[in-house]
């Protein structure tokens, strides 16, 4: 993390800063873009522990120092001529909401008929499918979040970068409750069938000891 003062009274210094945090700030964009295009893969293959290792990554980036730093370049920008446009202007409002999910966003489970069966597992893939979707939809919002706090900092408008970087701390408790979601409509596929898990078919033995492991934990 970039180590800054409140105030920058330096022209050459205070540029300096501002281009070491913005190179900072940059390269975690690119970790953030790198790992939303990596979940997206693990999760196609119902890949659980990847999924949660990348959710874990996401979030310890979320909780670094360098989210402070949206906030120090915001200050460091927002000099005397941007302190005067932003008393005349209103800075525009973050346009980036965070999705939610919760069980009762899901489908019921009803109780499967030997009748219906394929309906009854067309079901648990389409509950196992909106959670994975929203943990994709997840690391998207962070994507533009970031993006959007980045862009408030250089400009100077500091409530709006603050606003964005208050949005992106909530994430992390919101991806948690994603992963234990969309892990127990996995688990729930799995016990009925672990064949329509795709390509997830050749680490069945792996899967199979988690589950295991699992259920002696709790």
Not at 59 to 72: F, H, T, Y
Not at 165 to 174: C, I, N, S, T, W
């Amino acid at each position: 993390m970039v180590d800054v003062t409140d105030r920058a009274d330096d022209g050459e210094e205070r540029e300096q800063l501002v281009e070491s945090l913005e190179d900072e700030l940059s390269g975690v964009y690119g970790q953030i873009t790198d790992l939303a295009f990596e979940v997206d893969g693990y999760l196609a293959d119902y890949r659980y522990d990847e999924v949660k290792q990348a959710i874990e990554s996401l979030s310890g980036l979320i909780a670094g120092g360098e989210v402070d730093d949206l906030s120090k370049l915001a200050s460091l920008c927002a000099d005397a001529a941007d302190a005067v446009r932003a008393s005349a202007e209103i800075p525009p409002a973050v346009g980036v909401e965070i999705p939610r999910l919760t069980p009762d966003d899901l489908p019921a489970i009803p109780k499967p008929a030997e009748d219906d069966y394929d309906e009854f597992i067309d079901l648990l893939r389409d509950r196992e499918s909106r959670c994975a979707d929203h943990i994709r939809k997840l690391f998207g919002s962070v994507e533009q979040l970031w993006d959007e706090a980045g862009e408030a900092a250089r400009s100077g408008q500091v409530k709006r970068a603050e606003d964005a970087v208050r949005q992106l701390r909530q994430v992390p408790a919101e991806l948690d409750s994603a992963y234990s979601l969309w892990e127990r409509c996995l688990v729930d596929l799995y016990n009925e069938d672990p064949g329509r898990l795709g390509s997830m078919g050749e680490m069945v033995s792996g899967f199979e000891s988690w589950l295991v492991g699992r259920q002696h934990s709790e």
